[in-house]
């Protein structure tokens, strides 16, 4: 481990100040219990569910259930959930949006809309570690969307952790240790090539040479560095990889009327920098306790406490400014320091990154997390056989600090001189100098602690007869979220729930639910509305003409119809008017915003009532089937058909700018949306002799379209959208680049073109291009995602591979730095090649060429890719070994994450084409480790 005692004697101060600040904030602002941990339970040949919102039988619902175990999770290095994730689940992409180390930075899509995410059944966020979870359950479908009301409008990802259950004491140690790297960083110009580039840009719009043959030779053979420098900066200030550690264990079991589990975490983590001082260094803790205990005969308590701390240093310019100036800073610009304390800069290149990490000063985060919950269950089985009352509450909060020292070191320009010989020399002049310029203080609000609130129960009964299953939930849930910024009211939702399930002879099952949310953002009769969902399946296997088939084993068909509405997204209410802005100068504005108002913080309206909105509805058609054939192939197929009626919209974007304001035009539910689509599972296992192998492939697809949307009426019907994918890319329709040949004929389009500009063509045929001539050229969503897993074990020996990828969508080039040269600081090694598409780069220009860089399927590439996203090979020492010692399992593993990728793109990562360039960069690992249990 990489702490030193001091670090360990900072940290630990740090996390106890951030438990006290949190357990102060919740016990001065709660009002309820804390919530109950639930748990997946086997019940005889039946699988039950056991959540804050009904007893659910798995096994006999009418609703598609993905379940993947943690053990296949934990074969994923790290501590975070998603990205074990990726590529396991049919349906689900998951995408990283921040590379930084220690960062957060996933988004996940379930069929094309954002699900919610359960911890033991409670919307916690994902308060959660990999190495806790037991259990991953995906439902995608109303039949458990609507349950949630208006957090269950896009599924639900239920994470399962462990522990809560009798038996013997178990003992789990896991240990890992990765060595990252950046899966890729784009290539930079060295300085002669940058100066050659230049010339070309600078002759071809007419300005001749900028730098001479003489210098261009002093780049290449490095004579004069401080003149003449030549900076790999990717190499001067990145080291090759770097190391994080992780460690956990958890401890579980139970006997007679108590169970219980404790967990603990830690993982730490430091950047690519090679400047000690300006090296991001974060470590995190993270802990679950629960604990179930029989009360009496009818009356079961439990409770536990989560929590989550986080220590991050960091330079204080930021990580993703790091690469900004690593990408942007030319070869050329200046040496990175002359003798061993001047930093220097240039007039056009003004920032120093060895300043900035050597002497710029510290940013150190410090974020805290803590959940508690309490329940009570009464089993009223004794009086009422089946019958079961459970009650729960949750507290959870959050905040976050930051300490920082911020210096300001002191910068020089190198000018050329001569003396009173006439001779040449340099000299230092100071550009900035503020070396004393240090400051020292905190960052974090008040706002930056937040607190949820839930209070919910459920009447649960069950009953079995002899050829049939009777399973009724009431159950309600109030989700409370207090917000401290004055100018955003209080999130308040209230659901209730009567569902039924019924089985009969485990071949007819029917479902039906009735929900009533309520929420704080609708007011009079909308404030409460009423969603029905009902479902069907059929056990066909379980029929008479295939209950001894020798080739299928398993069959079901299923399908389920429901509404379940949402609030919209906004924080204001829409169904009050609101004003915003200040005073300034004795000016009171009234009316809509424009500029000079923004300028005057004059107030303003910001929004005009409509006591009309209502709830936004997601009526959802979910139809599949499930089949098991040979003991060894299982194939799922699942189709959906979302409706999204009644989203909210400006009443303004119905009318053209020229009509006027919108100060009087309140917001609406207008448009309508449609997403469509399916996912697919294939899963084939079998053996030979004592080696076992496995393949599965799973597939999603889904379109979001348009059916009403609000746009203006143009009179070219080829510009309208509505009824097509809301995700077009609306741009120009390129026709290559104009030529010696063909220039003379160039119609009037953005400015002045020349050979080697973009030529478009003219879809309306009125011999001018402009807005008339654009249209959809792509679509920038992927339509398909997939996963691809394999694997094998063979006498304590596995290897298993998780790829995944996406297709059918288009990336756009044009905006992208790395891609689109002008100016002085833009240029990289893509100038010297073909874009990925194949199609040449355009003229080449000192300035930002308008004609070039508006939007056009020029620069659409397609964004299709294929990654080797994880992998594992291990050895679980054999059994016989094990019962002679205190170890019940030992397994040693080497995983890798990211290992390869497919696209078109051969310099970039296609899952950001930023990083590297201006964000951190994707990264890969290659992990050792071990776990025991005992």
Same mark, same amino acid.
């Given at each position: 481990?990489?702490?030193?005692?001091?670090?360990?004697?900072?940290?630990?101060?740090?996390?106890?100040?951030?438990?006290?600040?949190?357990?102060?904030?919740?016990?001065?602002?709660?009002?309820?219990?804390?919530?109950?941990?639930?748990?997946?339970?086997?019940?005889?040949?039946?699988?039950?569910?056991?959540?804050?919102?009904?007893?659910?039988?798995?096994?006999?619902?009418?609703?598609?259930?993905?379940?993947?175990?943690?053990?296949?999770?934990?074969?994923?290095?790290?501590?975070?959930?998603?990205?074990?994730?990726?590529?396991?689940?049919?349906?689900?992409?998951?995408?990283?949006?921040?590379?930084?180390?220690?960062?957060?930075?996933?988004?996940?899509?379930?069929?094309?809309?954002?699900?919610?995410?359960?911890?033991?059944?409670?919307?916690?966020?994902?308060?959660?570690?990999?190495?806790?979870?037991?259990?991953?359950?995906?439902?995608?479908?109303?039949?458990?969307?609507?349950?949630?009301?208006?957090?269950?409008?896009?599924?639900?990802?239920?994470?399962?952790?462990?522990?809560?259950?009798?038996?013997?004491?178990?003992?789990?140690?896991?240990?890992?240790?990765?060595?990252?790297?950046?899966?890729?960083?784009?290539?930079?110009?060295?300085?002669?090539?940058?100066?050659?580039?230049?010339?070309?840009?600078?002759?071809?719009?007419?300005?001749?040479?900028?730098?001479?043959?003489?210098?261009?030779?002093?780049?290449?053979?490095?004579?004069?560095?401080?003149?003449?420098?030549?900076?790999?900066?990717?190499?001067?200030?990145?080291?090759?990889?770097?190391?994080?550690?992780?460690?956990?264990?958890?401890?579980?079991?139970?006997?007679?009327?108590?169970?219980?589990?404790?967990?603990?975490?830690?993982?730490?983590?430091?950047?690519?920098?090679?400047?000690?001082?300006?090296?991001?260094?974060?470590?995190?803790?993270?802990?679950?306790?629960?604990?179930?205990?029989?009360?009496?005969?009818?009356?079961?308590?439990?409770?536990?406490?989560?929590?989550?701390?986080?220590?991050?240093?960091?330079?204080?310019?930021?990580?993703?400014?790091?690469?900004?100036?690593?990408?942007?800073?030319?070869?050329?610009?200046?040496?990175?320091?002359?003798?061993?304390?001047?930093?220097?800069?240039?007039?056009?290149?003004?920032?120093?990154?060895?300043?900035?990490?050597?002497?710029?000063?510290?940013?150190?985060?410090?974020?805290?997390?803590?959940?508690?919950?309490?329940?009570?269950?009464?089993?009223?089985?004794?009086?009422?056989?089946?019958?079961?009352?459970?009650?729960?509450?949750?507290?959870?909060?959050?905040?976050?600090?930051?300490?920082?020292?911020?210096?300001?070191?002191?910068?020089?320009?190198?000018?050329?001189?001569?003396?009173?010989?006439?001779?040449?020399?340099?000299?230092?002049?100071?550009?900035?100098?503020?070396?004393?310029?240090?400051?020292?203080?905190?960052?974090?609000?008040?706002?930056?602690?937040?607190?949820?609130?839930?209070?919910?129960?459920?009447?649960?009964?069950?009953?079995?007869?002899?050829?049939?299953?009777?399973?009724?939930?009431?159950?309600?849930?109030?989700?409370?979220?207090?917000?401290?910024?004055?100018?955003?009211?209080?999130?308040?939702?209230?659901?209730?729930?009567?569902?039924?399930?019924?089985?009969?002879?485990?071949?007819?099952?029917?479902?039906?639910?009735?929900?009533?949310?309520?929420?704080?953002?609708?007011?009079?009769?909308?404030?409460?509305?009423?969603?029905?969902?009902?479902?069907?399946?059929?056990?066909?296997?379980?029929?008479?003409?295939?209950?001894?088939?020798?080739?299928?084993?398993? &069959?079901?068909?299923? %399908?389920? #119809?429901?509404? @379940?509405?949402? /609030?919209?997204? *906004? +924080?204001?209410? $829409?169904?009050?008017?609101?004003?915003?802005?200040?005073?300034?100068?004795?000016?009171?504005?009234?009316?809509?915003?424009?500029?000079?108002?923004?300028?005057?913080?004059?107030?303003?309206?910001?929004?005009?009532?409509?006591?009309?909105?209502?709830?936004?509805?997601?009526?959802?058609?979910?139809?599949?089937?499930?089949?098991?054939?040979?003991?060894?192939?299982?194939?799922?197929?699942?189709?959906?058909?979302?409706?999204?009626?009644?989203?909210?919209?400006?009443?303004?974007?119905?009318?053209?700018?020229?009509?006027?304001?919108?100060?009087?035009?309140?917001?609406?539910?207008?448009?309508?949306?449609?997403?469509?689509?399916?996912?697919?599972?294939?899963?084939?296992?079998?053996?030979?002799?004592?080696?076992?192998?496995? &393949?599965?492939?799973? %597939?999603? #697809?889904?379109? @979001?379209?348009? /059916?009403?949307? *609000? +746009?203006?009426? $143009?009179?070219?019907?080829?510009?309208?959208?509505?009824?097509?994918?809301?995700?077009?890319?609306?741009?120009?329709?390129?026709?290559?680049?104009?030529?010696?040949?063909?220039?003379?004929?160039?119609?009037?389009?953005?400015?002045?073109?020349?050979?080697?500009?973009?030529?478009?063509?003219?879809?309306?045929?009125?011999?001018?291009?402009?807005?008339?001539?654009?249209?959809?050229?792509?679509?920038?969503?992927?339509?398909?995602?997939?996963?691809?897993?394999?694997?094998?074990?063979?006498?304590?020996?596995?290897?298993?591979?998780?790829?995944?990828?996406?297709?059918?969508?288009?990336?756009?080039?044009?905006?992208?730095?790395?891609?689109?040269?002008?100016?002085?600081?833009?240029?990289?090694?893509?100038?010297?090649?073909? &874009?990925?598409?194949?199609?040449?780069?355009?003229?080449?220009?000192?300035?930002?060429?308008?004609?070039?860089?508006?939007?056009?399927?020029?620069?659409?590439?397609?964004?299709?890719?294929?990654?080797?996203?994880?992998?594992?090979?291990?050895?679980?020492?054999?059994?016989?070994?094990?019962?002679?010692?205190?170890?019940?399992?030992?397994?040693?593993?080497?995983?890798?994450?990211?290992?390869?990728?497919?696209?078109?793109?051969?310099?970039?990562?296609?899952?950001?084409?930023?990083?590297?360039?201006?964000?951190?960069?994707?990264?890969?690992?290659?992990?050792?480790?071990?776990?025991?249990?005992?």
């Amino acid at each position: 481990m990489k702490l030193t005692i001091t670090e360990i004697k900072i940290f630990i101060f740090c996390l106890l100040n951030m438990l006290v600040i949190n357990i102060c904030v919740a016990q001065n602002n709660t009002s309820l219990n804390a919530l109950a941990v639930q748990d997946s339970l086997p019940k005889s040949n039946d699988e039950i569910l056991t959540t804050p919102f009904g007893i659910f039988n798995l096994s006999k619902t009418t609703a598609p259930v993905f379940r993947i175990s943690g053990d296949v999770l934990r074969q994923t290095p790290g501590d975070h959930v998603y990205n074990a994730l990726r590529g396991r689940v049919p349906g689900l992409r998951v995408t990283r949006t921040s590379n930084t180390p220690g960062a957060d930075g996933y988004s996940i899509s379930l069929n094309g809309g954002s699900p919610t995410v359960l911890v033991d059944g409670y919307p916690v966020g994902l308060q959660v570690d990999l190495r806790e979870v037991e259990e991953v359950i995906v439902f995608t479908d109303a039949t458990f969307n609507s349950i949630l009301g208006n957090l269950g409008d896009n599924g639900l990802i239920y994470i399962v952790t462990k522990g809560g259950k009798l038996g013997k004491p178990t003992v789990e140690v896991n240990y890992h240790s990765a060595l990252n790297s950046a899966t890729r960083l784009p290539r930079l110009l060295s300085a002669s090539e940058y100066a050659t580039v230049i010339n070309q840009a600078s002759n071809n719009d007419g300005f001749g040479d900028i730098y001479s043959p003489e210098a261009i030779a002093a780049y290449n053979n490095g004579s004069d560095p401080i003149r003449f420098p030549n900076v790999d900066r990717q190499e001067a200030y990145l080291a090759g990889t770097s190391i994080s550690n992780y460690a956990s264990l958890n401890v579980y079991g139970g006997q007679d009327n108590v169970a219980y589990s404790a967990f603990v975490a830690y993982s730490d983590w430091e950047g690519l920098e090679n400047v000690d001082e300006g090296k991001i260094d974060g470590r995190n803790i993270t802990f679950r306790t629960k604990i179930n205990a029989k009360v009496s005969d009818i009356i079961e308590a439990r409770a536990s406490i989560y929590g989550k701390f986080r220590e991050n240093k960091r330079p204080v310019i930021g990580p993703n400014d790091t690469f900004s100036l690593i990408s942007n800073t030319p070869a050329n610009a200046f040496p990175l320091k002359v003798g061993d304390t001047a930093y220097v800069v240039n007039n056009q290149f003004r920032s120093n990154l060895l300043s900035e990490l050597e002497a710029g000063g510290i940013y150190t985060e410090y974020d805290a997390a803590l959940v508690f919950n309490i329940g009570i269950d009464v089993n009223l089985n004794k009086y009422i056989p089946g019958l079961r009352y459970s009650t729960h509450g949750m507290i959870r909060t959050s905040n976050g600090k930051a300490l920082f020292t911020n210096n300001r070191p002191g910068l020089y320009t190198i000018e050329n001189l001569q003396d009173s010989d006439g001779q040449d020399s340099l000299a230092l002049k100071v550009q900035t100098f503020d070396a004393l310029d240090l400051t020292v203080g905190r960052s974090g609000a008040d706002a930056d602690i937040r607190k949820t609130f839930t209070y919910g129960g459920y009447l649960n009964y069950s009953k079995k007869m002899n050829q049939s299953t009777l399973d009724l939930n009431l159950n309600h849930f109030l989700f409370y979220e207090p917000n401290i910024n004055a100018s955003q009211p209080d999130n308040r939702n209230l659901t209730f729930n009567l569902n039924a399930s019924y089985a009969l002879k485990d071949k007819y099952m029917f479902y039906a639910n009735l929900n009533t949310s309520s929420s704080s953002k609708f007011i009079g009769n909308n404030r409460t509305s009423f969603f029905p969902t009902a479902g069907i399946a059929w056990v066909a296997s379980n029929e008479n003409f295939l209950k001894n088939s020798k080739t299928i084993d398993f &069959l079901k068909f299923r %399908a389920s #119809y429901g509404e @379940i509405g949402t /609030e919209y997204t *906004a +924080e204001t209410f $829409y169904y009050l008017n609101t004003w915003s802005g200040g005073l300034n100068n004795n000016t009171i504005y009234l009316g809509n915003a424009n500029t000079t108002q923004t300028l005057d913080f004059g107030y303003r309206i910001g929004n005009i009532a409509n006591d009309a909105i209502d709830w936004i509805v997601y009526d959802q058609f979910f139809a599949g089937v499930q089949l098991s054939m040979l003991k060894k192939l299982s194939l799922e197929v699942n189709y959906f058909n979302i409706d999204i009626n009644n989203q909210v919209t400006k009443a303004s974007a119905l009318f053209a700018d020229a009509l006027g304001g919108d100060a009087f035009l309140p917001q609406m539910n207008f448009t309508k949306r449609n997403n469509q689509g399916f996912n697919a599972n294939l899963m084939f296992n079998d053996n030979i002799g004592d080696f076992k192998y496995y &393949l599965n492939v799973n %597939a999603g #697809y889904n379109k @979001i379209t348009g /059916e009403t949307i *609000a +746009e203006i009426p $143009y009179p070219d019907e080829y510009r309208l959208q509505q009824g097509d994918p809301e995700d077009n890319f609306i741009g120009y329709v390129s026709d290559g680049l104009f030529t010696a040949e063909n220039i003379g004929s160039a119609l009037p389009q953005f400015g002045d073109v020349q050979i080697g500009d973009i030529k478009y063509v003219d879809l309306n045929g009125d011999n001018v291009i402009d807005s008339r001539d654009r249209r959809a050229v792509g679509n920038t969503t992927p339509r398909f995602n997939y996963g691809v897993n394999l694997g094998f074990e063979y006498k304590g020996f596995n290897l298993d591979v998780v790829g995944m990828g996406v297709g059918g969508y288009d990336v756009s080039l044009s905006g992208r730095s790395y891609y689109t040269h002008y100016g002085l600081g833009t240029y990289f090694a893509s100038v010297d090649s073909n &874009l990925p598409n194949g199609n040449a780069n355009p003229r080449l220009s000192t300035t930002q060429s308008i004609n070039n860089y508006v939007n056009s399927d020029y620069w659409l590439v397609d964004g299709s890719y294929f990654r080797i996203s994880n992998l594992e090979l291990g050895y679980t020492l054999p059994k016989n070994l094990m019962d002679k010692s205190i170890f019940s399992n030992v397994k040693l593993f080497l995983r890798g994450s990211n290992l390869a990728l497919f696209s078109k793109f051969d310099d970039l990562d296609i899952e950001d084409l930023s990083a590297g360039v201006s964000e951190y960069p994707m990264m890969k690992s290659f992990v050792l480790g071990f776990s025991m249990d005992f």
